[in-house]
């Protein structure tokens, strides 16, 4: 059986990621839209009509109009913008997140793909709440740093056009100073958490790769978990994903912002003072990867029940 997609958004980072991961794959037709029809409303809804599957890569407002073309009942969708992370009637695909979420990815006819940096901290943090170990009014922070390709092309421009006006030398820069960052909805709601954490983004000067971290004082917290329970409980969690990995603490010496570039897969650490009670729970990931591209491939194939990890990086 032959799956029809199309990507709408194709031209961008995104999508062109997604694009590269599809195209060999003989189970998977590619429907495309001319350049000049890209905007024309009526052979955009055709084609949103006649696929099996679309995967959006569009800004939000661009996604909703999008999901507003599709007529029928049929045509099921992937939404990797940030429309509708927190919208009744779409099934988060994270399909990691809770038991059972996978089962609901592969009946869902609306998913919405995680946004980058809610990856790394549901991971790490949605096992420890639903263990008990991180109570849910627990007040948590979040950091960590995204290569630059997570920006699209205004960003990449910034980063490696030197004769554009938005050209920087910087190496890293923080942002989301407001505190009110569009993913922390993201994160509360599928945290089950009282209250978003305290989020601290920032972009390194690197393509791509990305590395965030929440930090615990371990002797603080209601039931004093160790660092090998912390990590015992993520390990449980996991034990059966082939895309999220949880290693033992073996080198202390550096984790870098690259070490899971280029693939699809997500590694978590769990670093501890014994001393102090201080613990750092650290995430690696591609942004361009499991972040982005390659979550929206590994919904695809579970919706299409193939595979779940056709076509990925591991």
Partial sequence: MTIRLFIDGAAGTTGLEIRERLAP?????????????????????????DADFVILCLPDDAAREAVSLIANDRTRVIDASSAHRVAEGWVYGMAELEPGQ????????????PGCWPTGFLALVRPLVRAGLVPHDWPLSYSGASGYSG?????????????????????????????????????????????????????ARVMRGMISEVPLPLNALPRRPSAATIEATLQEAYRDSKIVRVLPTVDTSAVHIEADSGTDRLTLRVFANPDTGHARLIAT????????????????????GLDPTAGLVL
């Fill in 25 to 49: 794959r003989k189970e998977i037709e590619l429907l495309t839209l001319a350049d000049k029809d890209r905007k024309d409303a009526k052979k955009r809804s055709e084609i949103l009509n």
């Fill in 102 to 113: 996978s089962a609901a990815i592969a009946e869902a006819a609306r998913v919405t793909n």
């Fill in 151 to 203: 920006g699209g092309r205004s960003m990449i421009e910034e980063f490696e056009d030197e004769s554009a006006a938005n050209y920087t030398h910087t190496a890293y820069r923080a942002y989301g100073l407001t505190l009110a960052h569009k993913h922390l909805p993201e994160m509360q709601k599928h945290a089950r958490i009282a209250e978003p954490p305290i989020f601290q983004p920032a972009v």
């Fill in 285 to 304: 990931y591609d942004n361009l990867g499991k972040g982005a591209g390659g979550a929206a491939v590994q919904n695809l194939n579970i919706m299409a």
